[in-house]
């Protein structure tokens, strides 16, 4: 109960955000009538097939009161934009997104959060070096970038919600969104097996940039590229958890690098000493060369789906 949650000023009397409300694991299950070795049996089943074949609460839950002392208080935070024009097509522009938030201080313990998401974040640092002197060197990109670092993702996407709801460049001009959040590290299905990446979106807008992330893949970096996430059906549901999908929402195709999660994830041991530069590097590639290819081709990505 005692860990904020964050919005903004001019959304507080028409937020249709509801109240969270952090429980321990204990009290959790005595809320949801169920017990540890359910849940573990139900993480099982999704595991093995996708689906649990049975609900692991109650059917006729107790109701819950909580009352809590409610508190407000102002702060500031910003996103960071990097900027490089492009040439004859500078009026549109590729955004490159990763969070540089991580979940802060808690119970004295400081959670760095170095692959969720240091690892983003340096991989858009690198590429907007890459891009800048390009440009120097008289070989810049066609259409214009923009690397931008966001915060709030942890506190519900609050940084990618503010751009764009207030953007600096038209969102009418924005071809694409490239959303790193999670590359250093390796999930429990690859364990030792750095050579993969998650994909998730590319085909959710657009095929033309489904097709322009493979083909990057295919002639520069040779990833397997792992759709799993990608399946509507997917109980995870990582396409509405990062900041891709404030892009999405407004119709913008985007794709987005994820490694998967691992035990690290949200954890005050999630430390640079355990990051996987390689992994980092080759991804980063990927998405550099994918976006240098949007950047310069006569046509920008036709949204041609829905999105859903």
């Given at each position: 109960i005692d860990q904020p949650t964050m919005g903004f000023p001019e959304n507080q009397e028409k937020s249709k955000r509801a109240a969270a409300f952090f429980?321990?694991?204990?009290?959790?299950?005595?809320?949801?009538?169920?017990?540890a070795k359910k849940v573990e049996k139900y993480r099982q089943q999704l595991k093995k097939?996708?689906?649990?074949?049975?609900?692991?609460?109650?059917?006729?839950?107790?109701?819950?009161?909580?009352?809590?002392?409610?508190?407000?208080?102002?702060?500031?935070?910003?996103?960071?934009?990097?900027?490089?024009?492009?040439?004859d097509l500078k009026d549109e522009v590729i955004v490159i997104t990763a969070h540089y938030d991580h979940i802060g201080v808690q119970d004295g313990k400081v959670y760095n959060g170095a692959d969720d998401d240091g690892s983003g974040t340096v991989a858009v640092l690198e590429m907007a070096q890459a891009f800048a002197e390009a440009k120097q060197a008289g070989k810049g990109?066609?259409?214009?970038m923009l690397f931008m670092p966001v915060t709030g993702e942890e506190k519900g996407l609050l940084g990618s919600e503010y751009y764009t709801s207030h953007p600096v460049l038209p969102l009418e001009s924005t071809v694409a969104n490239l959303n790193i959040d999670m590359i250093g590290r390796t999930d429990e299905k690859y364990n030792d097996d750095r050579n993969y990446v998650y994909i998730i979106g590319?085909?959710?807008?657009?095929?033309?940039?489904?097709?322009?992330?493979?083909?990057?893949?295919?002639?520069?970096?040779?990833?397997?590229?792992?759709?799993?996430?990608n399946d509507p059906a997917d109980p995870n549901q990582f396409y509405f958890r990062s900041d891709h999908y404030n892009?999405?929402?407004?119709?913008?195709?985007?794709?987005?690098?994820?490694?998967?999660?691992?035990?690290?994830?949200?954890?005050?041991?999630?430390?640079?000493?355990?990051?996987?530069?390689?992994?980092?590097?080759?991804?980063?590639?990927?998405?550099?060369?994918?976006?240098?290819?949007?950047?310069?081709?006569?046509e920008r990505p036709v949204v041609d789906k829905k999105g859903e």
């Amino acid at each position: 109960i005692d860990q904020p949650t964050m919005g903004f000023p001019e959304n507080q009397e028409k937020s249709k955000r509801a109240a969270a409300f952090f429980l321990s694991p204990d009290l959790g299950l005595q809320v949801l009538q169920t017990s540890a070795k359910k849940v573990e049996k139900y993480r099982q089943q999704l595991k093995k097939s996708g689906k649990a074949e049975k609900s692991i609460v109650s059917a006729s839950l107790p109701a819950v009161t909580i009352k809590a002392e409610r508190k407000k208080e102002k702060f500031i935070t910003e996103n960071v934009l990097g900027y490089v024009e492009g040439t004859d097509l500078k009026d549109e522009v590729i955004v490159i997104t990763a969070h540089y938030d991580h979940i802060g201080v808690q119970d004295g313990k400081v959670y760095n959060g170095a692959d969720d998401d240091g690892s983003g974040t340096v991989a858009v640092l690198e590429m907007a070096q890459a891009f800048a002197e390009a440009k120097q060197a008289g070989k810049g990109p066609r259409r214009s970038m923009l690397f931008m670092p966001v915060t709030g993702e942890e506190k519900g996407l609050l940084g990618s919600e503010y751009y764009t709801s207030h953007p600096v460049l038209p969102l009418e001009s924005t071809v694409a969104n490239l959303n790193i959040d999670m590359i250093g590290r390796t999930d429990e299905k690859y364990n030792d097996d750095r050579n993969y990446v998650y994909i998730i979106g590319s085909d959710r807008l657009s095929t033309d940039l489904h097709n322009i992330n493979e083909e990057a893949n295919n002639t520069h970096t040779q990833l397997k590229l792992d759709y799993t996430y990608n399946d509507p059906a997917d109980p995870n549901q990582f396409y509405f958890r990062s900041d891709h999908y404030n892009f999405a929402k407004n119709n913008i195709p985007i794709i987005f690098y994820f490694n998967g999660v691992h035990e690290d994830y949200h954890q005050h041991t999630d430390e640079v000493e355990k990051i996987l530069f390689d992994k980092i590097e080759k991804i980063t590639h990927l998405v550099f060369y994918t976006a240098w290819d949007i950047a310069n081709r006569n046509e920008r990505p036709v949204v041609d789906k829905k999105g859903e």
